[in-house]
């Protein structure tokens, strides 16, 4: 079955021309089945790249998914019409009644500032909390799984001296894990971050080192008991978003580095090459397929 997002929305244009399978909403209520409920709270500044970037891979599963796009209630996003958000996101405090199967919070380009003094970071803690009662898996990405994890944990992130910023190969730490099945034991992905966390602040026990780079450290992790994966790094990155950010920063005259082990020849008038397409495809699905596996039929039963 295709994903079901909303008829209007830009990313559907992006995926039909890519060969994405989609469903429009008359034909999803046609079905007799119980689509999985992914909900997205986006808190990324290019909201409609990001909505296109994670609806691609949700949307390769073979299962009925529908997504719905969450918001920061009284946030109000620079970088996205105001238009755009009325009509395709509803602000959490709206849907803090409802109950999903799986609910992924992104990263935001807030990371060096202390959790704390985010204008939304209480609401994010009540949305990490209700998550234990209303979600049955959560996906934190990036910052989001920096906040979740001090959140639970109180596992602090500590400032780079420079920016992880390029395409860095990883080690897979468990081949047997549901969320790694068919990865390979060694692969690259898309880095993008001035933080990190590090393993000697993790707990002792209940948290699981799933993906780790020599070069860039943690990368993946398990949390069973909040039913949590926390993913520092950018699996979900279309092939130019890093060249995109490169040159953004140029243009602004910030001081960046050209992301390592990405342009051909460290060249960046040429197009890179996307290495990691196939292992967030393989890992979204595996996400997707172990809620599916899992999560009670009846919504009401989440969380209990």
């Given at each position: 079955m295709p994903i079901r997002i909303p008829n209007d929305l830009p990313a559907r244009r992006i995926l039909e021309r890519e060969g994405v399978s989609l469903m429009t909403e008359a034909t999803a209520n046609r079905q007799d089945i119980r689509p999985l409920r992914i909900g997205l709270l986006n808190l990324m500044p290019e909201k409609?790249?990001?909505?296109?970037?994670f609806a691609r891979l949700i949307g390769a599963t073979p299962l009925q998914v529908e997504l719905s796009l969450i918001r920061i209630t009284g946030h109000t996003p620079k970088n996205t019409s105001q238009?755009?958000?009325?009509?395709?996101?509803?602000?959490?405090?709206?849907?803090?009644?409802?109950?999903?199967?799986?609910?992924?919070?992104?990263?935001a380009?807030?990371?060096?500032?202390?959790f704390e003094d985010v204008t939304y970071w209480k609401e994010?803690?009540?949305?990490?909390?209700?998550?234990?009662s209303n979600v049955h898996s959560s996906l934190n990405i990036c910052w989001g799984a920096q906040a979740a994890l001090y959140?639970?944990?109180?596992?602090?992130?500590?400032?780079?001296?420079?920016?992880?910023?390029?395409?860095?190969?990883h080690k897979n730490l468990n081949p047997s894990s549901t969320f790694l099945r068919g990865l390979s034991d060694d692969f690259s992905m898309p880095v993008s971050r001035w933080t990190e966390v590090r393993r000697a602040d993790l707990p002792k026990k209940g948290v699981e080192v799933l993906m780790e780079s020599d070069e860039v450290g943690l990368c993946?992790?398990?949390?069973?008991?909040?039913?949590?994966?926390y993913m520092f790094n950018h699996i979900e990155y279309d092939t130019t978003t890093l060249a995109d950010e490169y040159n953004r920063d140029v243009a602004a005259r910030r001081a960046?580095?050209?992301?390592?082990?990405?342009?051909?020849?460290?060249?960046?008038?040429?197009?890179?090459?996307?290495?990691w397409r196939s292992h967030a495809h393989l890992f979204f699905g595996n996400w997707i397929n172990e809620v599916y596996q899992t999560t009670p039929y009846d919504l009401v039963e989440i969380g209990k």
């Open positions: 409609i790249k990001t909505e296109t970037q238009e755009h958000m009325l009509a395709f996101y509803e602000p959490w405090e709206a849907v803090r009644s409802q109950r999903f199967d799986g609910f992924i919070t992104t990263g380009p807030i990371e060096l500032m202390a994010l803690q009540a949305i990490f909390d209700w998550t234990q959140h639970f944990h109180k596992v602090p992130k500590h400032t780079l001296p420079a920016k992880a910023f390029g395409i860095y190969r993946l992790l398990n949390d069973p008991a909040h039913r949590s994966l960046i580095n050209m992301p390592a082990n990405y342009f051909p020849g460290n060249d960046p008038s040429k197009p890179p090459e996307n290495r």
